[in-house]
């Protein structure tokens, strides 16, 4: 019966965060508790061209974009389009405006600047962390931050009242996270900072930690400047977090 739970929350997790087909979606589930091993998955994949462009291509900048350009293709950029709506939205003048930049299905110049700032970040956060350390070590950061910054809307719902949450697929996801989901959710991301603190050296998993903390913070400062959670909300912080990890441990790292 676990078994079957497990493999029930993983279908769901994919089916909702990736473009990775699946035998079996879920509609009525998010699949929250797997969120953090499916952002785990999809930044090992990602990991692939890093290693062999940064490694034996010996060609750093295209590694990094090569391991962007894999996260944004294995989730559909749909979290980039929830930081893009987020970022409209943010920058309108008044309530009622911001729910129209949000909805509206063209990309404003406030939405369009976020997305370049915030993949321009993720890519120099690689390039500097290959500048610092081997690029197994770099691969290691990228996985740990997949998995963080999949969590963090997970925490963001269990951190956020009811009455602040927004309607829509915001309240559609929150309504269906228990307990149990954000144990489990916060857990795979305390196993994959273990395994940089084994693997690398603890202190690389500190800076890990720190710049999750900065996501989580971020995450939380947008959705309080919004006045809720809706679905652009969470994905903004998907992608907030996943930038604020990478870009904090480059700052960090000896």
């Known amino acids: 019966m676990i078994a079957s739970r497990i493999g029930d929350e993983s279908r769901a997790a994919l089916g909702l965060l990736t473009?990775?087909?699946?035998?079996?979606?879920?509609?009525?589930?998010?699949?929250?508790?797997?969120?953090?091993?499916?952002?785990?998955?999809?930044?090992?994949v990602?990991?692939?061209?890093?290693?062999?462009?940064?490694?034996?291509?010996d060609e750093p900048g295209l590694a990094a974009i090569g391991a962007i350009a894999a996260v944004v293709l294995l989730s559909g950029a749909l979290h980039l389009d929830g930081l893009a709506d987020t970022a409209d939205a943010l920058l309108a003048s008044d309530p009622a405006t911001a729910e129209r930049a949000r909805k509206d299905p063209a990309v404003g110049p406030g939405g369009l600047a976020a997305v370049v700032l915030i993949l321009a970040t993720e890519v120099a956060a690689l390039l500097s962390l290959a500048d610092s350390m081997a690029v197994l070590e770099v691969a290691w950061v990228l996985v740990a931050a997949g998995g963080i910054s999949?969590?963090?809307?997970?925490?963001?719902?269990?951190?956020t009242p009811r009455d602040a949450r927004s309607a829509g697929l915001g309240a559609w996801f929150a309504d269906r996270i228990g307990p149990l989901d954000v144990v489990l959710a916060v857990g795979s991301a305390m196993v994959v900072v273990a395994?940089?603190?084994?693997?690398?050296?603890?202190?690389?998993?500190?800076?890990?930690?720190?710049g999750a903390v900065v996501g989580i913070a971020t995450g939380w400062l947008?959705?309080?400047?919004?006045?809720?959670?809706?679905?652009?909300?969470?994905?903004?912080?998907?992608?907030?977090?996943?930038?604020?990890?990478?870009?904090t441990t480059a700052v960090l790292v000896r």
């Open 150 to 159: 999949r969590v963090v809307p997970v925490m963001l719902v269990w951190a």
């Open 46 to 57: 990602a990991a692939i061209p890093l290693l062999l462009l940064a490694g034996p291509a």
């Open 195 to 210: 395994a940089v603190a084994i693997a690398v050296r603890p202190a690389l998993a500190i800076d890990v930690v720190v």
């Open 19 to 44: 473009r990775i087909p699946v035998a079996a979606r879920l509609p009525e589930r998010p699949g929250a508790a797997a969120f953090g091993v499916v952002g785990i998955v999809i930044a090992a």
């Open 222 to 247: 947008v959705a309080w400047r919004r006045g809720g959670l809706d679905g652009d909300v969470l994905g903004a912080s998907i992608e907030l977090a996943f930038a604020a990890v990478l870009a």
